[in-house]
């Protein structure tokens, strides 16, 4: 189980479950509406971190900014309820750029306040970190946005400062050779940094592009040798059904 936060004292590493799922509030109530039972089953239990909070599941929250997770912890406005804490930093607008252009003191920072206050912590950076301009770990050469983030430090100052690591390589899912040698090569860094840190990776309805469940299905059947469960994203609610099906080949 997740332990409970306790002010002043880290969260220690979570111990590594069946499977563990990683989803906000509002992709377990979309997926309810269509099958209440297999989100039940799948969502209804402490091995779910929920991002917003669900029954049965363990209330966690995201930030996709270090400064804004600080604020909150400051003005007192994180949830009593809350067990998990994620920072999502990203080459997005809800990661500021200055935390952009430095993701691994940025999260060292969100690992130590968070550790501070007895939070467990998911971190779950997106490789297009190195793609940002003026990024000090920009491709080199003809060196991929991938190996480029393999190289980085990114995921192994993750793991050294987090219980739960994802590898966002959802939009490989449609291609199972590639989704699992990113996957292994992130897992291999990570656990070479902190070899109790649980491994997630993403999957998605629409990484750009519609998803199957046979697609999820085969994604999920790559990796899992290799991780402890998955971020499951619907992609601003799309293809719900894809969703709901694919859970009902694991959790019937």
Avoid at 6 to 12: E, G
Avoid at 195 to 219: C, I, K
Wanted: hydrophobic letters at 40%.
């Amino acid at each position: 189980m997740l332990r409970p936060p306790v002010k002043s004292c880290a969260a220690d590493s979570l111990p590594v479950m069946r499977m563990r799922w990683v989803v906000v509030t509002g992709t377990i109530r979309a997926v309810a509406e269509v099958d209440e039972e297999v989100a039940s089953r799948a969502f209804g239990t402490t091995e779910t971190v929920a991002l917003g909070g669900w029954p049965g599941a363990t209330t966690g929250r995201a930030w996709g900014s270090h400064a804004a997770f600080a604020a909150d912890v400051e003005a007192g406005a994180v949830p009593d309820d809350v067990r998990v804490v994620m920072y999502d930093p990203e080459g997005w607008e809800r990661t500021p750029l200055e935390e952009r252009l430095d993701p691994i003191g940025s999260i060292e920072a969100f690992g130590a306040l968070a550790r501070s206050k007895g939070y467990a912590v998911i971190v779950t950076p997106h490789a297009n970190l190195v793609s940002v301009p003026g990024s000090p770990h920009a491709p080199r050469g003809d060196e991929s946005r991938e190996d480029a983030y393999l190289r980085s430090g990114i995921v192994e100052a993750a793991a050294a400062n987090a219980d739960v690591v994802e590898t966002q390589a959802q939009k490989m899912q449609n291609d199972p050779r590639a989704y699992r040698a990113f996957v292994a090569d992130t897992a291999r860094l990570a656990r070479s940094a902190n070899p109790d840190v649980q491994m997630l990776s993403g999957l998605s309805t629409h990484p750009g592009y519609p998803a199957t469940a046979h697609m999820l299905t085969e994604a999920r059947r790559a990796v899992h040798d290799v991780v402890d469960g998955h971020y499951l994203s619907l992609a601003k609610l799309r293809l719900v059904d894809v969703a709901t099906e694919f859970l009902r080949t694991i959790h019937d």
